[in-house]
């Protein structure tokens, strides 16, 4: 029997497919094909990319069956060894389709069977003007380089680890204050790494963050090559870049999540910051915590990882305790800057107006006189949560989703978060027909426009995802927050995330109540970060800074406890108690979710799982299966949504647990009729 060429293809499928090589082809081309490189085969009545993953002596098809390899696009593999490997333990962890993984490791031109070097893909101006021509646009010759700062002791101590270990697989947690310069001891070892002759990735949450972060890295790194990489670039700048770092021509990358697979020639370092942002956990497709997997490429690459955070996950303090990660501390911020005050405002019983109580408008009127600025933090865009009738009660609600319709008063629609749907206000209640429709709540549109009317002479910038859509928006905005002329912010958590307004000096946090109460075990955790996070927006050079926390239980532990010991202190009891409760990061869960417009038949599908897992569990007595019961928003786009909670004291046996499922659940004719996933380690369970 001749060779058999194994490859992966853009499916869903979790199996790879069997092909013959092209009639052409000879002992010394089946040589020179190594796993990663793309070929181009038959699939069904179509043409596709395929990556080819080795050779095997035997198949399960018929080979009379088999088609033949059309033709091999590369000359050697696209992804480097670390890459590759990478993916197939992604694949492997979440149990997703191999080929899937590996796909979403490529630029979308790539997968499309484009050339993969430079010259063939740059723009037709720079080939015509000079075909070795500085292809990192993002780099000014005019920048002038960043003044070094004198480092504390901390810092110092930092550094030194970190770059003690440069060739080798070590993870750091850098837990260090708002404002204690994080930054700097990033940049300092990158700058070791690249005097090394290597390269450096680092990973942010969030898109906002891209352009103060390259701007900073700019200034100090002036005459090296930096690209940045994330989901606004056009298919043809992300093929750009992800050349650059693969050939070596980047020496440093910035980037989101999916960043985390970019190859680098020459890497040195890998730095993710916010670590413990929940961005960082992709929500579609293949479900992967990029931290998680820095982990692992840090260990495929011999590199040393740093995750920073002011908020550090419990998940990476747990794995500090077991000896894991090295703790590096950095307890106080920089120069001069001194933590800030915080003051609990009892809500029960007062008069708001436009959402703040008189000892909130009191201090933002102090702060303001004294040309301070002020941050007023709620974490719900549009004008108000809800739309409701004063006569009968009635309630806007989504016709398509289990939730109430979110008012967005300027462009005078109501409009589903879940599902996007829009719907113009109506003029009188659907139900009674009363034209008296109350917004009910506050939202960043309407506080916004409460505060302009308390402040009319103070200019008040909203900054959440409704007003910084386009293109260049969000950096006007902070734009006029530095420059002074912007006194009042109003905005989501995208202004929690390492900002750095050195003015500021009141932070407002609305309505801190939202997950003192949850039912999701994990909401205590963001409920600390979040508040932590949007206090160390005050006070953060010269000025000090204060924090007024609206709520309606102010004697609650989780608030006592946060303010009196820090993030440090609530953190060690969390984990207590997260032990005690065998909850993650001391048990290992995994959540299978199904959906369908027929809820009987989701559920149905959800319990033949249960049943047949039983079986398994009654042999391993480490794992539980919970449910099936309903999401949280148990209908979305017209789908029934429910859950099976799948949990272990060990890994091992959830993930045989899974194995088990997974096979079972793709055999039935009912999951035919239902849309299915698997996450593994989900953040959220409720």
């Known amino acids: 029997m001749s ?19 092209s009639l052409d082809f000879n002992a010394e081309d089946l040589a020179k094909l190594q796993p990663g490189m793309r070929l181009r085969v038959p699939f069904g009545s179509r043409e596709v990319i395929g990556i080819f993953l080795g050779c095997v002596a035997k198949t399960s098809i018929d080979p009379a069956k088999l088609k033949r390899v059309i033709k091999v696009i590369d000359n050697a593999p696209l992804l480097p060894e670390s890459i590759f490997k990478l993916c197939v333990w992604a694949s492997d962890y979440y149990h997703h389709a191999l080929g899937d993984v590996l796909f979403s490791a490529l630029p979308k031109l790539l997968r499309k069977g484009a050339e993969a070097n430079i010259a063939a893909n740059l723009p037709r101006r720079k080939k015509k003007n000079d075909e070795n021509t500085n292809l990192d646009t993002n780099i000014d010759e005019n920048i002038e380089p960043e003044p070094i700062w004198e480092l504390n002791a901390a810092q110092q101590d930092a550094i030194t680890s970190i770059i003690a270990h440069q060739n080798l697989e070590k993870v750091f947690l850098l837990d260090g204050v708002t404002g204690s310069g994080k930054t700097e001891v990033y940049l300092r070892a990158i700058a ?41 670039l056009n298919d043809r700048e992300r093929l750009l870049a992800w050349l650059l770092a693969r050939e070596g021509g980047a020496d440093i990358v910035i980037g989101t999540r999916s960043a985390l697979f970019t190859p680098l020639a020459h890497p040195g370092i890998i730095i993710l910051d916010e670590e413990h942002d929940l961005s960082f956990k992709q929500q579609s497709g293949l479900r992967y915590s990029a931290r998680d ?10 590199t040393p990882l740093v995750l920073g955070s002011a908020t550090p996950s419990l998940e990476s303090l747990a794995n500090v305790e077991r000896g894991r990660y090295v703790h590096l501390s950095l307890p106080n ?21 436009s959402g703040l109580s008189p000892e909130v408008i009191l201090a933002i009127e102090q702060h303001l006189a004294k040309a301070g600025q002020v941050l007023i933090f709620v974490n ?40 996007d749907t829009k719907t113009q206000v109506p003029k009188s209640c659907p139900k009674c027909s009363c034209q008296e429709l109350m917004p009910c709540g506050y939202g960043t549109e ?19 995802s409704d007003t910084t859509r386009k293109k260049g928006s969000l950096q006007e905005a902070l734009a006029n927050v530095h420059s002074g002329d912007s006194r009042i912010l109003i905005g989501t958590q995208i202004l929690t995330k390492g900002h750095h307004f050195p003015d500021v000096t009141l932070v407002v946090i609305l309505n801190a109540d939202g997950g ?14 979040l508040i932590t996070q949007v206090a160390g927006r005050a006070g953060r050079e010269t000025k000090p800074g204060m924090v007024y926390i609206q709520t309606h239980h102010p004697d609650h532990p ?22 005690q409760a065998a909850f993650p990061p001391y048990a290992h869960l995994a959540l299978l979710r199904a959906e369908g417009k027929n809820r009987d038949e989701v559920y149905k599908f959800l319990e033949m799982l249960r049943d047949y897992g039983i079986r398994f569990i009654d042999k391993d007595k480490t794992v539980e299966l919970l449910g099936p019961v309903a999401a949280v928003v148990e209908r979305k786009a017209a789908n029934y949504c429910a859950q099976l909670l799948l949990q272990s004291s060990e890994r091992q046996g959830l993930h045989r647990l899974i194995h088990v499922l997974i096979a079972y659940a793709e055999k039935l004719p009912a999951a035919k009729r239902v849309k299915w996933v698997l996450e593994v380690d989900p953040m959220e369970v409720v």
């Open 333 to 353: 911020r920089v120069g001069n800057a001194l933590p800030p005050q915080f003051k609990i405002i009892d809500m029960c019983k007062k008069r708001l107006k």
């Open 558 to 579: 989780l608030l006592f406890n946060l303010l009196r010991d820090g993030y440090g202190g609530f953190a060690k009891i969390a984990l207590e108690e997260r032990c």
């Open 380 to 419: 719900r865009r549009g004008y108000a949560p809800s739309l409701l009738c004063h006569q009968c009660g009635w309630v806007a609600s989504c016709e398509q989703c289990d939730v109430r319709l979110t008012l967005h008063q300027k462009e005078q629609y109501l409009r589903c978060h879940h599902c």
């Open 516 to 529: 003192l109460f949850s039912a999701d075990f994990r909401a205590s955790e963001y409920l600390a970060q």
């Open 446 to 464: 309407r506080l916004e426009t409460g505060v302009q009317k308390l402040f009319p002479n103070v200019i008040v910038a909203r900054i959440d």
């Open 293 to 302: 997997l820095a982990v692992v490429r840090s260990k495929l690459e011999k």
């Open 3 to 21: 060779t058999i060429l194994c490859l992966a293809t853009s499916s869903p499928l979790r199996r790879s497919f069997d092909y013959l090589p």
């Open 192 to 232: 070791a790494v690249l005097q090394a002759g290597k390269q450096a990735l680092v990973l942010i949450p969030e898109i906002s963050l891209t352009p103060q972060t390259l701007a900073r890295f700019q200034r100090r790194f002036a005459k090296r090559k930096i690209v940045v990489f994330h989901s606004r």
